[in-house]
């Protein structure tokens, strides 16, 4: 993993990060990502999945772009520098040195591996950079692919949020409620 970083500041805040893998690069966004960041969002899965406004139109997405929705990187193919999809880092501690991560692919572009590859490509780089002792992620109990993202990726399943997600799946009852599984990783997860 090769990486870049430069930021400033007397707040603690990440500073802004390339991390390239043998098959992605993770970058800031740019302003040119808007339009396809807004596409990824609206996406039925990324609906159902996914805690952001719907609607998720231009104005959302530039407000992300621009960094106005906290830590964001674009997930883009290395070869071809597509985007394929956007990781957030929210909830951040800095006194615990903790955070959670969110990926959300493109659905041109799941079942390749590139949650799970970002996510460790970033796991790394918070422990081994920026000293961060846990990396956590949170999957909807009905969500079969983000699951099997964090089993494979070795997260350890820490226990379950009872009714903490509210189901958007367009077959639900309006303000039905599902379960939560708590995933962690912490760097010595990685010796």
């Not at 692919?105 to 422990?127: D, K, N």
């Not at 399943?157 to 009852?173: I, N």
Request: hydrophobic share 45%.
């Amino acid at each position: 993993m090769n990486s870049s970083a430069r930021g400033g500041g007397s707040a603690p805040a990440f500073p802004e990060i390339t991390i390239n893998t043998e098959r992605l690069t993770l970058r800031a966004l740019e302003p040119a990502d808007a339009e396809l960041v807004a596409e990824l969002y609206s996406d039925e899965l990324s609906r159902q999945w996914t805690t952001v406004p719907q609607p998720y139109g231009s104005a959302e997405a530039e407000a992300l772009v621009t960094g106005g929705k906290g830590f964001a990187l674009g997930v883009t193919e290395f070869l071809t520098q597509r985007l394929v999809g956007v990781l957030r880092l929210r909830a951040t501690d800095w006194r615990l040195r903790a955070t959670e991560a969110v990926v959300v692919i493109a659905p041109w572009a799941r079942g390749e591996g590139y949650a799970g590859e970002s996510i460790l490509a970033v796991a790394q780089w918070l422990f081994e950079d920026q000293k961060f002792e846990r990396l956590e992620l949170r999957t909807a109990s009905g969500n079969a692919a983000a699951l099997q993202v964090a089993q494979k990726i070795g997260c350890v399943s820490e226990g379950v949020l009872r009714g903490a997600w509210l189901d958007r799946a367009p077959d639900a009852p309006p303000g039905s409620r599902s379960d939560v599984i708590v995933w962690s990783l912490l760097p010595e997860d990685f010796l």
